[in-house]
């Protein structure tokens, strides 16, 4: 069974420039989490979407926002990219367990480097 | 303030020792997780917890809601056991919805 899959898994860009990022869930995981993790604050949440819906959401400006298409599969894009949105970007997909979040299963992440 | 505190944040063991890592969070929860994260690499779920205890081999996982306490045991550590270990719990902030909030980590060395 395929593992969480997170694309790019490297990239770099400059302050003011837009990224997108893509995770694939498991096959069968309908709910998808999105994480910040830096080493000065380590991990962080940035929203949870179930079923195209986000569900929940962090302390992170608008500049951060995310989708869910029907196949589960999630996007987080980040705008007007920061110097401190350097980070690693993790995504986590998960069963969905009476109107909560099963257990969390991880990708390797995608880095981003904002010059 | 941090809604999650883990202690020790830094440990070292000899191999064999038995090992505690303790949580303790503010925020009423749905679920606490205890995650691995070995260096450079990725992060694996060991537990899920939202009562009592639970064992996979050489770990057991325990919370106390009423004190809203956890600890992570390892048993006979390994140096392969060396990681850092994250307490994460679901939480219910008032006015604001679940969301997931994080330890610091503990960072775990394991001396053969």
């Known amino acids: 069974k395929a593992g969480v899959t997170q694309t790019p898994r490297y990239l770099i860009k400059t302050r003011g420039q837009q990224v997108t990022l893509s995770c694939s869930p498991i096959s069968g995981h309908r709910s998808v989490s999105w994480y910040q993790q830096t080493p000065g604050q380590g991990l962080q949440f940035l929203f949870e979407?179930?079923?195209?819906?986000?569900?929940n959401k962090g302390n992170f400006p608008g500049r951060f926002s995310g989708r869910q298409f029907s196949n589960s599969r999630s996007e987080m894009n980040v705008s007007t990219l920061e110097l401190g949105d350097s980070a690693l970007y993790l995504c986590?997909?998960?069963?969905?367990?009476?109107?909560?979040?099963?257990?969390?299963?991880f990708g390797e992440g995608s880095r981003l480097t904002v010059l | 303030k941090n809604e999650v505190e883990q202690s020790p944040q830094n440990l070292t063991a000899q191999e064999g020792e038995f090992i505690t890592i303790n949580c303790s969070y503010s925020v009423g929860i749905s679920a606490l997780h205890w995650l691995q994260q070995h260096p450079g690499g990725g992060i694996v779920s060991l537990f899920m917890l939202s009562s009592g205890k639970k064992k996979h081999g050489r770990l057991i996982a325990t919370i106390n809601i009423q004190e809203k306490h956890s600890s992570l045991h390892i048993t006979a550590s390994h140096p392969r056991d060396s990681a850092v270990y994250i307490c994460a719990v679901k939480g219910y902030p008032s006015g604001t919805g679940n969301q997931f909030y994080f330890g610091t980590g503990t960072s775990l060395t394991v001396i053969p």
């Open positions: 979407y179930f079923s195209e819906t986000q569900r």
């Open positions: 986590a997909s998960s069963l969905w367990f009476r109107d909560n979040t099963g257990e969390l299963f």
